[in-house]
């Protein structure tokens, strides 16, 4: 593709220039290794943590993190939730340690305030947490989302998650060949939706779930939280499936308000050129505003798993995701159980297919879940020492596998079991 000029982004585009763009710039295939992580936590009272926070509170806590020199890019998000984002990685303790350094930095800052990070994957204290941001993008997505009910704002401001990155693969076919990296990364995503289930809920529509994060992304808007057609090429399946999403908002100069159309897609932007013609800095800003289940942002973003419990519960979701797709002998087998599982998934996308549903509602109860990750994280575990991991990562593995894996249970059972005796909720 031709060097674009500084004035090329802000021009309007055509639709085969449309295509292009998204064809070329979602799948950046190379050697596999580990691109990074993204993680999400609640923060909350470190006394008392079935309280809510005040704003005036957490925006003074949020000051202070944001002026740490940290390495990892620190956002807060609209329920005040914070996420760490880690530098691209060459390896997975690489990416491991930048990370770890970070968050000993940000906890003893929000010590300070009283306030601690929890790792959970929904909020257990009831009522949707304030919105605390006012930026133009998140009002218009809470405008875009209300009109199909509560999930957008329980998501935007009760949820929290555990997202690794990973390269799109090699342009050649095989394990680490960027189409069955794809495939393998759909097909696998209800186990990790299940091992990793984190988000109990005791009331509302997902009550009893195991991942009642995946249920309210489920009930999003259809088409953008959906994966597109898994029967194709992955770059044009994910083309089509872009720009035939609806946009979610039309940015506008600072100070006026940003327009949130309805039944306006991408492409019916493009060609009709209303209410303003659309730019290729519009296609990069639609592209950020749809949240599939796996998104190609030049890498692989996966984005099912919960957050996790404890200080170093994100470890392991990083490592096994890792080693089951960049160790090629990992990434066999794993393939080979998530074929396996292609008949539970049945035709429809992820996260609304039978697989999807069960590992959300049940997680590791359902038996085909539990057998497909107890092979994973075996799977995991071995390849760990070949992908160079230290013995504190393969540890962590090793205590959750015995812990949850192989006994058909996963973070949010415990929750459960502790509501059951009258505990109460855990924070």
């Known amino acids: 593709m031709p060097q674009e000029s500084p004035g090329d982004h802000d021009r309007r585009v055509t639709e085969p220039e449309v295509e ?3 064809h070329g710039i ?3 295939t190379g050697p596999p290794r580990c691109t ?7 923060v909350l009272d470190a006394d008392h943590p079935e309280l809510p926070v005040s704003p005036e509170r957490l925006g003074a806590a949020h000051a202070a993190v944001g002026a740490l020199p940290l390495r990892s890019r620190l956002t807060v998000e609209p329920g005040g939730q914070l996420e760490l984002s880690s530098l691209p990685a060459a390896s997975l303790t690489e990416c491991v340690d930048g990370l770890a350094a970070d968050l000993t930095a940000v906890r003893t ?3 300070g305030h009283r306030l601690a990070l929890h790792g959970l994957g929904h909020d257990t204290r009831g009522s949707v947490p304030e919105r605390i941001l006012r930026h133009p993008r998140y009002e218009a997505m809470e405008t875009f989302f ?3 009910g509560a999930a957008g704002r329980s998501m935007m401001r009760a949820t929290a998650s555990v997202q690794v990155c990973l390269d799109a693969g090699h342009e050649e076919p095989g394990p680490l060949g960027h189409g069955r990296r ?10 990790f939706v299940s091992a990793f289930a984190n988000s109990p809920a005791t009331g509302g529509p997902y009550a009893g779930w195991r991942s009642a994060r995946q249920g309210i992304w489920t009930d999003l808007d259809g088409r953008r939280t959906l994966a597109p057609p898994m029967d194709g090429d992955p770059r044009a399946a994910w083309t089509r499936h872009a720009l035939d999403t609806d946009v979610m908002c039309i940015r506008a100069p600072e100070g006026q308000r940003w327009e949130v159309p309805e039944g306006l897609t991408f492409r019916d932007w493009v060609r009709t050129g209303g209410p303003r013609p659309p730019t290729a800095a519009d ?3 639609h592209l950020t505003t749809l949240f599939p289940p796996v998104r190609p942002r030049g890498h692989l973003e996966l984005r099912m798993i919960d957050a996790q419990p404890g200080p170093d519960g994100w470890l392991v979701p990083v490592a096994v995701v890792t080693a089951l797709f960049d160790d090629p002998e990992a990434s066999e087998t794993a393939y080979r159980v998530a074929k396996g599982l292609a008949d ?13 549903l069960a590992a959300a509602r049940h997680g590791p109860a359902d038996p085909d879940l539990r057998t497909a990750a107890a092979a994973c994280f075996r799977a995991a575990a071995e390849a760990l020492p070949r992908l160079g991991a230290t013995t504190a990562v393969r540890d962590a593995v090793t205590a959750f596998r015995d812990r949850y894996v192989a006994r058909g249970r996963c973070p949010a059972d415990e929750f459960y079991d502790r509501d059951r005796h009258g505990k109460g909720p855990r924070t």
Do not use: M, Q
Not at 36 to 42: F, I, M, N, P
């Open 20 to 22: 292009a763009l998204v």
């Open 26 to 28: 979602c799948f950046k």
């Open 36 to 42: 990074g992580a993204e993680l999400e936590w609640l």
């Open 109 to 111: 800052t929000l010590g």
């Open 146 to 148: 209300d009109r199909t």
């Open 182 to 191: 794809w495939a393998l990364a759909h097909l696998l995503g209800a186990v």
């Open 283 to 285: 296609l990069d800003y």
């Open 344 to 356: 539970r998934a049945g035709p429809g996308p992820a996260p609304r297919n039978p697989l999807w």
